[in-house]
């Protein structure tokens, strides 16, 4: 037991990010990610899968828990109301929302190197499956059209829920504030049924104040290019690339200023249908990992419904009549 610690200690440290994961989920733009709706309340529902694993004897950090060879299998769900105002800013129409997730990570290792519950170096297998609430996630965005083009800007900001346990191998809460910014650029073509988006962002992350590690800050790029088979039907391909711009540190972290690296490529369908008069939007999404550096790989699934629950009626068309002079 000592010789396989010892071993494991010895072995190519660890994933980048405390936990290995960075408080924006990647895949959760698709397609039509720069469209804004006209004004009114929606709401989003998404859920998530995710499976992926660190293999070969490598670490990760995750509330203050040193663990090797760790698998991880995530539910959760995150649950969007969305406001876009009447309100212009340069022509586009700005808008609000807050995402709240909620799920259960299933997070096993192979060896557990040290916890801060115990204060020493341990070695045995560790399953941990606890279902919480996740951080709360405040955005505040504008967008824009113009023909087929349609772009958005987004400030995206992360508040710690508090659930999170120091200790525990399994916290849906990361436990970081966080501010990322993003921006969406989407061409639709609705004659032929083409649609192109891209969405790049930057993460700036600040201290976990449980564990005093502070993740570095990461960039983002999301893609979706798709096909409307029909008005209700799309289909297309999705993909990520994520790529940490500066290492981790603080006075909590114990396995270096490790940078990750992933790319991710899979497919997408769409489809939209009516609850009375309502349309509803539908979107199953895989995404596959591969070309990993320093973080968890693995597949992860989406699955969202969106609808909107009131809509302002448009604005009425003034029409200009010709002055007639009378003498």
Sequence with gaps: MLLCTAALIASPAARA???????????NRGPLAGVTPPPGFYFESETYFYSGNLGGGRSFQSGGVVAANVKLDTSAN?????????VEILGGNL???????????????GAVLSSPRIDRIIAGRERDAVFNVGDIYLASFVGWHSGNFHWSTTILGVVPSGSYETGQ??????NRPALDLSAAFT?????????????????FNWINPATQYLTGTEFHLEWSASKYLSQELSVGMVGYFYNQLTGDSGRGDRIGPFKGRVTALGGQIGYTFKVGVIPVSTNVRVLREFDVTNRFAGTATYLTVSAPLWVAPPKPVVESRPVVAKF
């Design 17 to 27: 990010a405390e936990s290995a994961q960075g408080v924006y989920v990647l895949g």
């Design 187 to 203: 061409y639709l073509d609705p004659l032929l049924g083409y649609e192109l988006s891209v969405v790049p962002g930057v993460t």
């Design 78 to 86: 995150f649950a969007t109301p969305i406001w876009v105002t009447p």
């Design 95 to 109: 808008g609000f929302s807050i995402t709240i997730p909620f799920g259960t990570p299933n997070v096993s290792a």
């Design 169 to 174: 191998l399994s916290n849906i809460s990361l």
